[in-house]
């Protein structure tokens, strides 16, 4: 028996014992080409992809919904986490300016996000309308704690540097009106 040294073609499909397809691997007209893996039933379980604007993992549950992904692409790597809907709830990726973790609600919205940049570390936590309620930094000057309103602006500052430490509390428009020590 022979073994050929290469086969060429532009698509494989494996099909299991009652010849539905269960695996196959090809190429895309935008780019090099992928791999799924399909359950039973024939709905993708798991997309290896490469492509020009880079390369993924996705891992799908029974219900054709992506639940997991691992990708990177020109402005880093990432990977997002989601529910059974399919609804992103988290999400971890290292950007040029720094990692970044987000967690998000059951609509997508994100309502925490830790972000640590060349500053420092920043952790913002968000309403369900997307507006920043609390912040913590801390950055070279020291840790700073910001109480925001309803539409996002501060109303509340604590800052425990060695030059600026204080309270500051602020009206709607941001203006101080009160502050320990003054």
């Known amino acids: 028996m022979t073994t050929e040294k290469e086969i060429r073609a532009n698509r494989f499909t494996l099909v299991d014992e009652n010849d539905k397809p269960r695996a196959a691997l090809g190429v895309f007209k935008d780019g090099p080409g992928g791999?799924?893996?399909?359950?039973?039933?024939?709905?993708?379980?798991?997309?290896?992809?490469?492509?020009?604007?880079?390369?993924?993992?996705?891992l799908f549950y029974e219900n054709d919904t992506a639940r997991t992904r691992l990708a990177v692409d020109k402005d880093g790597p990432g990977l997002t986490?989601?529910?059974?809907?399919?609804?992103?709830?988290?999400?971890?990726?290292?950007?040029?300016?720094?990692?970044?973790?987000?967690?998000?609600?059951e609509n997508g919205q994100i309502r925490a996000r830790i972000h640590v940049i060349r500053e420092g570390p920043d952790l913002a936590q968000f309403d369900e309308k997307g507006k920043v309620r609390a912040g913590l930094r801390?950055?070279?000057e020291g840790p700073g704690l910001t109480l925001g309103n309803e539409n996002g602006r501060p109303r509340a500052a604590?800052?425990?540097?060695?030059?600026?430490?204080?309270?500051?509390?602020?009206?709607?428009?941001?203006?101080?009106?009160?502050s320990a020590p003054r």
């Open 35 to 58: 791999l799924v893996l399909s359950y039973e039933k024939g709905n993708p379980g798991a997309l290896l992809a490469v492509g020009k604007a880079g390369s993924g993992l996705t």
């Open 81 to 105: 986490l989601g529910d059974e809907n399919g609804q992103i709830r988290a999400s971890l990726g290292v950007e040029k300016a720094g990692p970044k973790l987000a967690l998000c609600d």
């Open 138 to 140: 801390v950055i070279k």
């Open 158 to 178: 604590l800052v425990a540097g060695k030059d600026v430490p204080g309270l500051v509390l602020l009206d709607e428009n941001g203006k101080s009106i009160w």
